[in-house]
T-cell receptor, first 112, second 115 residues
């Protein structure tokens, strides 16, 4: 069964600290993996997208890694800011019937 | 370039009614996907349209339907609304290109409340 699991479910950190969010998937056939940031009440915004051959991709303070062998991805946020408070969603693209499999997200809260 | 727009932004309906939501993709995008997002289930795929044809369909009952027009604008319809249909409905469009490098651009969503 195609699944995407994210951990932790929620996370609270202090401003300026780093954090890492995890995403494990059992999706086949694998096409790509993306991370989205979703502010409360708004649509998700793409942070990074990686294909099978890429194992790291950065977007400012956000760095995503992909290990296609273990089917794991992580999103590392450096020097967190209050504006990083949001839900972060891992999405795996498949060339199978259902094109995108979504994780349930990690809710991050950054405190001053 | 304008982003994905969705109308209306908020909607209140009662059980048994029907509702139509609208999505205008980014200019040049031909693929439009619809998702339902609820606190308990996260984002769930409803269907995808490409060039006026439904290309993929998620696991939702037949009360949920959609269509796409020749200008790529898309509508989603939910008939005989149930309380459980209360959710944020998101529309996303994708540019033409290789599927492996596709990026979805989401609209702000329509928040539907069924009373």
């Amino acid at each position: 069964k195609n699944q995407v699991e994210q951990s932790p479910q929620s996370l609270i950190i202090l401003e300026g600290k780093n954090c890492t969010l995890q995403c494990n998937y059992t999706v086949s056939p694998f096409s790509n993996l993306r991370w989205y940031k979703q502010d409360t009440g708004r649509g998700p915004v793409s942070l990074t997208i990686m294909t099978f051959s890429e194992n790291t991709k950065s977007n400012g303070r956000y760095t995503a890694t992909l290990d296609a062998d273990t089917k794991q991805s992580s999103l590392h946020i450096t020097a967190s800011q209050l504006s990083d408070s949001a839900s972060y969603i891992c999405v795996v693209g498949t060339s199978g019937t259902y094109k995108y499999i979504f994780g349930t997200g990690t809710r991050l809260k950054v405190l001053a | 370039k304008a982003g994905v727009t969705q109308t209306p932004r908020y909607l209140i309906k009662t059980r048994g009614q029907q509702v139509t939501l609208s999505c205008s993709p980014i200019s040049g995008h031909r693929s439009v996907s619809w998702y339902q997002q609820t606190p308990g289930q996260g984002l769930q795929f409803l269907f995808e349209y490409f060039s006026e044809t439904q290309r993929n369909k998620g696991n939702f009952p037949g009360r949920f339907s959609g269509r796409q027009f020749s200008n790529s604008r898309s509508e989603m319809n939910v008939s005989t609304l149930e309380l459980g249909d209360s959710a944020l409905y998101l529309c996303a469009s994708s540019p033409p290109g290789l599927a492996r490098s596709e990026t979805q651009y989401f609209g702000p969503g329509t928040r539907l409340l069924v009373l």
